[in-house]
């Protein structure tokens, strides 16, 4: 907040769980909405998650998302997916991506790490991956800070290029995240703190998800409902103790790695 790089936006949610991500992943900025004076210059985000069952979208044939890019409004329902119900994660992307357009800047899908060199040198870098293909796992490399691990703001300021993270945590995929290949994401994951865990398995309170190097439970609840090892679906598919996009959500300052200047 109170930066060249902020960006107004509002989200209303039926949705325990669209409404408690937001809150770890994102800025608060009250003190930005009172500068508006009446004006509407802000992203506009509602969203149901539509009718449940225990807990679920249950009409997701009637998924529908809306996106006005000229009025900056987004209407989402029928789920609860973050990448589809979060209004300011990737729907918020996609009118940042039309502003920064016409306004001569870039909102783009990226990570910001800082790499570490010799006499204290640090290099901030910015790296382009689809989902899923290691845009977290890159920016945690052993050694080196985080600035963020999806989604990056560039402008040129005094001639030379800044970029910032404008979110404030992670929301990433769990599976195969193990304290061998990803020891800092697993340590905050198995540290008490505020973080989400979502279509994991759950047994005693205790999360746990494929690949996790672990010894897994033999039954507890899962996306599934009531599971247990060798549990198949209605097409006789075994069902894993998790979903393979399994997914946790938590604030940037959890982890030990993060910049110095993440916030900045």
């Known amino acids: 907040t109170n930066s060249v790089f902020s960006l107004k936006a509002l989200q209303i949610t039926d ?70 119900s979060l209004g300011l994660k990737k729907l918020a992307l996609r009118l940042a991506i039309k502003k920064a357009n016409e306004e001569g800047w870039l909102a783009e899908h990226m990570f910001i790490m800082g790499v570490h060199g010799p006499n204290d040198r640090v290099t901030y870098f910015t790296g382009a ?79 746990y998800w494929e690949e996790m190097k672990k010894d897994i439970p033999e039954k507890g609840i899962n996306f599934s409902g009531e599971w247990f090892e060798g549990k198949k679906d209605e097409q006789g598919k075994e069902i894993p103790c998790s979903h393979k996009n399994a997914r946790y959500t938590l604030k940037l300052n959890e982890l030990n790695n993060i910049d110095s200047k993440a916030n900045d």
């Open 129 to 207: 991956f689809p989902s899923a293909c290691g845009k977290t796992s890159t920016a945690m490399i052993p050694g080196q800070t985080i600035v963020g691990d999806d989604i990056a703001y560039l402008k040129k300021i005094n001639g030379a290029i800044r970029a910032v993270n404008m979110e404030s945590g992670i929301f990433g995929i769990i599976h195969s995240v193990n304290s061998e290949n990803d020891p800092v994401i697993y340590q905050a994951l198995t540290t008490p703190g505020e973080i989400i865990f979502s279509n994991v398995l759950i047994r005693k309170g205790v999360p």
């Open 15 to 84: 949705s325990a769980y669209v409404a408690h991500s937001e809150d770890l992943l994102y800025r608060q900025g009250y003190g930005e909405f009172k500068k508006l004076n009446g004006s509407s210059d802000f992203f506009f985000f509602l969203h149901s998650a539509g009718r449940l069952e225990n807990g679920v979208s249950a009409d997701i044939d009637k998924r529908r998302i809306y996106i006005d890019l000229e009025e900056n409004r987004v209407y989402s329902v029928n789920n609860q997916y973050a990448g589809n």
